[in-house]
């Protein structure tokens, strides 16, 4: 609105609005997004910074530069609305995807607040510094309403495997893009405000954590560390990246415990690569984290950064720890400082652990842990009662954590290490989270010599196998729980036993389809676990007998 009802508006470009009047002066008030703005005594042919067109950025609109500056710099791009994607929370249809998109957005702006925050530094124009500062503030606050509102998600809805991963893949990015932010607003503060800090920061950009490793044995994936500058100012390495182990236990060896080799690496064009890390000590079933330190010079100043703290992750001396370790981990991501979480949350922390302790594609799985897998667990640690349904409401404690951890680390911990059972898992030879009963039920009109493999509710990590018998009459359905000496040591494996066992002709194979539908098929035994077979029990030595006749 104008004092002068005959003023005119006219849009003769997206990014600038031109004024027409007759007047000499005018006031101006306009509204975007959430905010309202006012121009008082605005002067024909003078453009006030900070006074004249917004810019947007997602639901917020900021005073921009001038139009000389705005002419000559790249505007803001425009950042998907949220509250389209709000609507849409309940069914969380395409809610990854739509937040990827926003802080895609965002990271194509923070470019440009650097180029606009270099040229406003080389041309002294500390109006326009102000202006950007509240730019960045804007952009802090749509990075913590994204990370706000997906951390909600992980809460309130069971996740597809894709969306654990990606959303943990944003919330990242999130991280790094508000570190950025940081480094610019306290080179903005030192020229606006004469306020010395630190306008740079190391932060760390890819890692292989949470995760149980082995001592004396290279980690697997890559560890990398990235220096963040400021627009500006002049900041180089005088030193290499140093790693180090921060732990919140005290010990007499701790000093040795917290030792790494190949924790030294050259910051190359920004960026430290750190591959084969090595931890010579074990950590006693305790969880540390990795920081990095980088000497750098800013300026005149030579200043030694220092970047967060990595995830998580456990040192072990031996394989026989790593069921206890990952069950440490996944309660400390499951649970952080509370007592209790949802469901909901409880199911997406153990989807993630599960996909990774199994070995499978994060963007295709072969066998997630699908809704009757899920209920089949709920109904085992969680309820008694077998005609409930767990919903928004149910809460999962640290003590039923535990409980459950009890019974489900050896049974997968098994699944990780005892050879061949990883891939006879991954094709369904192994159906496991069924229980005595569903056993019976897929078995019923099965032929004798039927079988199925399960996990025991009552013997964690131990198999049970029911199969069907031939009675005096009729087929009969009987149930074997699998003993240590069945399958003991490496020279005799779960498909040797089973190749022993002559009544067993037959093994009932499960596949889930898309729909998370069950469906049973019976196999031929020698067939399925051919290739499983040991030589020796495969083999066959002319003139003589497998085995001792009876």
Request: hydrophobic fraction near 35%; proline fraction near 4%.
């Amino acid at each position: 609105k104008m004092e002068n009802p005959d003023n005119v508006f006219s849009v003769m470009d997206p990014n600038l609005v031109q004024i027409e009047t007759t007047s000499d002066s005018f006031t101006l008030d306009y509204n975007f997004g959430m905010e309202m703005y006012h121009t008082d005594n605005m002067q024909m042919g003078y453009v006030p910074a900070n006074n004249y067109q917004p810019m947007i950025v997602g639901n917020f609109a900021q005073p921009a530069m001038d139009s000389k500056f705005v002419q000559n710099n790249p505007v803001l791009a425009s950042i998907p609305d949220s509250s389209i994607v709000d609507s849409n929370l309940d069914s969380g249809v395409m809610f990854m995807s739509q937040k990827e998109t926003e802080v895609q957005s965002i990271i194509e702006n923070v470019k440009q607040i650097r180029n606009m925050q270099n040229a406003s530094i080389q041309s002294g124009n500390i109006n326009q510094l102000h202006s950007i500062k509240d730019l960045i503030l804007n952009l802090n606050m749509h990075l913590t309403h994204i990370k706000d509102q997906i951390e909600d998600m992980y809460h309130t809805h069971i996740l597809e495997v894709r969306d654990i991963f990606k959303g943990k893949e944003i919330l990242h990015d999130i991280f790094i893009q508000s570190k950025q932010l940081e480094v610019y607003t306290a080179e903005l503060e030192q020229y606006t405000m004469n306020k010395i800090g630190i306008c740079a920061a190391i932060v760390i950009t890819k890692q292989p954590f949470p995760l149980a490793v082995r001592q004396n044995k290279a980690i697997g994936g890559e560890v990398r560390v990235n220096l963040l500058l400021a627009s500006y100012i002049p900041t180089w390495p005088c030193g290499n990246t140093e790693a180090q182990l921060v732990s919140d236990f005290t010990s007499r060896t701790r000093k040795n415990l917290l030792s790494i080799k190949n924790g030294e690496q050259v910051m190359d064009e920004g960026i430290s690569y750190f591959h084969g890390l090595i931890f010579p000590y074990g950590t006693r079933k305790k969880a540390i984290h990795m920081k990095f330190k980088l000497p750098v010079r800013i300026g005149n100043a030579e200043v030694m950064l220092e970047s967060n703290l990595s995830d998580p992750f456990i040192v072990m001396t031996n394989e026989n720890q790593w069921s206890e370790s990952e069950g440490l981990l996944l309660k400390k991501e499951t649970f952080g400082n509370s007592s209790e979480v949802s469901w909901f949350k409880f199911v997406n922390s153990l989807q993630e652990r599960y996909i990774l302790a199994t070995k499978q594609d994060i963007l295709n799985p072969q066998r997630k842990l699908s809704s009757h897998d899920l209920l089949f667990l709920y109904h085992l640690k969680f309820s008694n009662n077998s005609d409930e349904m767990p919903n928004e409401n149910t809460r999962i404690s640290e003590k039923q954590f535990e409980s459950f951890w009890g019974w489900f680390g050896p049974s997968i911990t098994k699944i990780r290490y005892k050879r061949h059972l990883l891939p006879l898992w991954m094709g369904g030879l192994i159906p496991g989270f069924i229980n005595k009963q569903e056993a019976e039920e897929v078995l019923l009109n099965a032929t004798y010599g039927t079988f199925i493999l399960r996990f025991s509710k009552t013997n964690p990590g131990d198999f049970a196998i029911a199969y069907t018998y031939q009675g005096t009459d009729t087929v009969e359905i009987r149930h074997y729980l699998l003993r240590d000496d069945d399958t003991y040591g490496s020279k005799k494996t779960l498909p040797d036993f089973l190749s022993e066992q002559k009544n067993f002709t037959r093994v009932v194979k499960m596949s889930t389809d898309a729909a998370d539908s069950r469906t049973y098929q019976w196999c031929d035994k020698d067939e399925s676990f051919q290739e499983y077979y040991s030589k020796r029990t495969a083999q066959k030595v002319f003139g003589y007998d497998n085995e001792i006749q009876n």
